[in-house]
């Protein structure tokens, strides 16, 4: 009996959106708008997550120079660094060295450095510090070796990472808001858009009723529809913002002042939750526009 309706409510739920397309079409339309905005939301926040930890797995320092240092000034840091454990020098880069790296990551657009008269680019001395060490040991280690005469500043990994970790709580609130938003705005869309279908078959709904059918053989057809109108719409969100991924990497250059950055999509397992999420979204639309015209 239960496969028998299922099959009816939605072979009658295909039909209804096939009778009445261009409601359905603008509804799914603004239902793939509201999910597209969320779903970009959720792939720039993992991609800062997946950035996170990616550059935490390593923990480097950048001892930048005044001027252009002599060879007596480099060792004497150099010999500073070496002091504390676990410190690992990696390469001293020039200036000219700075500016050929910049040039050789700039590409095709290297020639707009070809009017500077001087090189702005400070030389440096690239270090490695080991993990396991004290969490504070970075940090100490950035204000001793800012006390050299010969140095400028010194920069860290986990410095940059600390701050971006620190806005990232306040980014999470955000969304949590903006997913809110847009999933009362998706609801929204769906309570609509089935109680205009439901409007538009109020005679055929009430005829059921006067011949014996229940309630739930009456409701099953819309429920099913506010469903696929989801799953369409969410499904609509992701194929989008999967062409703009690959617009993306396919088609910008990303190395330009980088020393790397990869641009991960969603996995297949968490695309599967948000089209779930839709699909439920949908349901829940149907149920709130049913309950004004039947008891649930």
Not at 200 to 227: H, M
Not at 240 to 248: D, K, P, R, T
Request: net charge neutral; proline share 2%; glycine share 8%.
């Amino acid at each position: 009996m239960r496969a028998t309706l299922l099959r009816y409510s939605t072979r009658r739920a295909l039909a209804n959106i096939l009778e009445n397309r261009l409601v359905h079409l603008i509804g799914i339309g603004t239902m793939a708008i509201a999910f597209l905005l969320f779903d970009a939301f959720l792939l720039v926040f993992f991609n800062i997550d997946y950035w996170i930890e990616e550059q935490g797995s390593s923990l480097t320092m950048s001892v930048y120079f005044k001027g252009n240092p002599d060879k007596s000034a480099v060792e004497g840091v150099t010999e500073e660094l070496l002091q504390c454990p676990g410190v690992t020098i990696k390469e001293f880069i020039s200036k000219s060295d700075a500016m050929r790296i910049l040039k050789k990551r700039l590409g095709d657009k290297a020639g707009v450095l070809d009017g500077l008269e001087d090189n702005p680019l400070p030389a440096s001395l690239e270090i490695i510090l080991a993990r396991g060490g004290a969490e504070e040991l970075p940090r100490q280690l950035k204000e001793r070796i800012e006390r050299l005469g010969a140095v400028d500043e010194v920069h860290y990994s986990q410095e940059w990472i600390e701050k971006i970790q620190a806005a990232m709580g306040a980014v999470r609130l955000a969304g949590i808001i903006f997913g809110g938003l847009l999933f009362l705005a998706a609801l929204f869309i769906i309570i609509n858009t089935i109680k205009l279908t439901i409007y538009l078959r109020s005679e055929e709904v009430e005829i059921l009723k006067l011949v014996g059918a229940t309630n739930r053989f009456v409701k099953a057809p819309f429920l099913i529809e506010g469903s696929i109108q989801g799953f369409l719409g969410g499904l609509t969100a992701l194929a989008i913002l999967l062409l703009c991924y690959l617009a993306i990497i396919t088609r910008v250059d990303l190395r330009a002042g980088f020393a790397s950055l990869d641009i991960v999509f969603l996995s297949p397992g968490f695309a599967l939750l948000l089209l779930l999420m839709s699909v439920l979204v949908g349901f829940l639309g149907s149920m709130i526009s049913l309950s004004r015209f039947f008891r649930i």
